[in-house]
């Protein structure tokens, strides 16, 4: 059975729960919308208007929208905990950055510690992004978007009912949709995971065991702790690479099951 154990180590995600332990390993995404629905968000009313672009940069520290004006902020890569927010000589410890004219609508946002959301990022709710995440200029996410730890989405990459494990990075030109990045996967840019098959039905995967069928219309790539992708290259609905996979650049990636190690070109 494809069951995450198979794709990742969930011993030190945050969410682990939403992957149930004797299921295919897409009950992850089957669970996405209860799971987030069931979560307490922040009230960042006070100092945000849903759906506008902030006019000034705000820090989120200790549950609380502070502005940036009054502060001294060190842009430097939020991935590794160099963000640095400075009141009076003393470092904010955890303390999130909001650039001006980032737009996040909705009331179901939830940032951890160390986040960096740039301008021109924009973030529909409901939106989970872990500690020392980074979401840069020009990113769009949909909504039902679950980032962990570490993890990059970055500039003009779009994404869609999907969940990243912590470290799990697309920085430049991607598309997602409902998709699972493991611990430590890098999309080259330009990469993309369709997620809706060309001419319509389930998303069924293929196994050297026989055909899987996953009750979903919309599946894209399930990609297993540290594969990576090269640029411009594409997943068809429904491929599912095992850890340390690698698919080379300007290559399309059949659906189905490839295991461990798969070198794809």
């Known amino acids: 059975m494809l069951t995450a154990a198979s794709f990742f180590s969930l ?3 945050a969410h682990k729960e939403l992957f149930e332990k004797n299921s295919e390993v897409w009950s992850g995404l089957q669970n996405l919308k209860e ?17 506008s672009p902030l006019a000034d940069t705000l820090v989120y520290y200790d549950g609380k929208l502070l502005p940036g004006d009054d502060l001294s902020i060190q842009f ?8 640095k927010v400075i009141h009076k000589d003393k470092i904010l410890e955890g303390a999130s950055v909001l650039m001006a004219g980032a737009v996040l609508a909705g009331d179901r946002i939830l940032l951890g510690k160390g986040v960096l959301v740039e ?3 924009f973030i529909k709710s ?10 840069r200029q020009g990113a769009y996410l949909r909504g039902y978007c679950l980032a962990g730890a570490g993890c990059v989405i970055g500039h003009v990459t779009e994404v869609k009912h999907t969940i990243f494990l912590d470290d799990a990075k697309a920085g430049h030109f991607a598309y997602l949709g409902d998709s699972i990045l493991g611990n430590e996967v890098n999309l ?3 990469t993309k995971l369709a ?3 060309f001419l319509g039905g389930e998303v069924q995967v293929r196994t050297e065991h026989g055909t899987i069928s996953t009750g ?3 599946l894209g790539a399930i990609l297993g702790d540290q594969t990576q992708t090269g640029c411009n290259s594409v997943t068809n609905p429904g491929a599912l690479l095992g850890p340390k996979s690698m698919v080379m650049p300007n290559t399309t990636v059949g659906s189905g099951y490839h295991e461990k190690g798969s070198l794809i070109r």
């Open 35 to 51: 799971y987030m629905n069931s979560l307490t968000y922040p009230d960042l009313s006070s100092a945000i208007k849903p759906g």
């Open 119 to 121: 301008s021109g990022a």
């Open 126 to 135: 409901p939106a989970i992004i872990g500690d020392r995440t980074e979401i």
């Open 216 to 218: 979903l219309r919309k």
């Open 11 to 13: 011993t030190n995600f």
């Open 76 to 83: 430097d890569d939020a991935t590794k905990g160099k963000l």
């Open 188 to 190: 080259g840019a330009g």
């Open 195 to 197: 997620n809706l098959r």
